[in-house]
């Protein structure tokens, strides 16, 4: 039920899904496992303990699967979980987690990884993230849904990244970002919203102004920074802004970007 190109080496106990299509030159582990339609197009390399989900298609000289890019890695079995719908392009590359680290590298659905990227390990990537060209994902970040990722940028290990925002290219982030937030400059300065990205998710204009008074408040308030996002939960009754507020009280080992 799937079409194998004959030049391409499948171990046994792979699983290989109703209507995949493996393309040339194609090297798959004995434990991955490719959900139902799932393209490979050649030349691409699948390895470790990976699950990929259904009518995801990986182009040429992705190397998926591999073991962490971590000196403290030392063999211990741990697993890469993709999730439905990806594109996948040329060399990008995605490990799998570590033992200290919890063990997964987990990426959501219908995300698109541009080439070049990389994904490290014990990364937690959401649904519809777009991550541009060369752009590498470090180890523990937590990147939530609907993010993008501009071309040739960086993001530090640990750092979360919330919904909706945009990081622009050529940026280093080394910092929590909120979600919604617009980031760019290359030490990554928190420079507004993702209003664009807003509008194009239909958000109601009234959450949208709520947004902005809460940015506003985040940026001259008194007080610390924690200070004025538990004054925006006792003030606010936008669910976008309780989503950001829940975000900034939420558990870090970062420090936050914090308004320009």
Known sequence: MAGIHPSSIIDDGAVIGQGCTIGPFCTIGPEVVLGAGVVLKSHVVLTGDTHIGEGTV??????????????????????????????????VTMNT?????????RIGDDGLFMAGCHIAHDATIGD??????????????VIEDDVIVGG????????????????????????????HGLVQGPRG?????????????????????????????????????????????????????QQMVDFILGDTDRNFLTPG
Not at 97 to 105: D, Q, S, V
Not at 206 to 230: N, P, S, V, W
């Open 128 to 141: 519809r993230v777009i991550i541009v060209n060369s752009s590498a994902i470090a180890g523990h970040c």
């Open 97 to 105: 987690g570590t033992g200290k680290g919890g063990g997964e590298t």
């Open 152 to 179: 040739l940028c960086g993001v530090h290990q640990w750092v979360r990244i919330g919904q909706g925002a945009i990081i622009g290219a050529v940026t280093m982030v080394t910092k929590d970002v909120v979600p």
């Open 58 to 91: 990986i182009f040429p000289f992705s190397v998926i699967g591999e073991i962490p890019q971590d000196l403290k890695f030392d063999g211990e079995k741990t697993r890469l979980r993709i999730g439905a719908r990806n594109t996948i392009r040329e060399h």
């Open 189 to 241: 300065v928190l420079d507004g919203l993702n209003l664009v990205g807003l509008k194009r998710k239909g958000v109601p204009r009234a959450d949208i102004t709520a947004l902005r008074a809460a940015f506003q408040m985040l940026k001259d308030g008194e007080g610390t920074f924690q200070d004025r996002a538990h004054r925006l939960a006792d003030e606010s009754d936008s669910d976008y802004v």
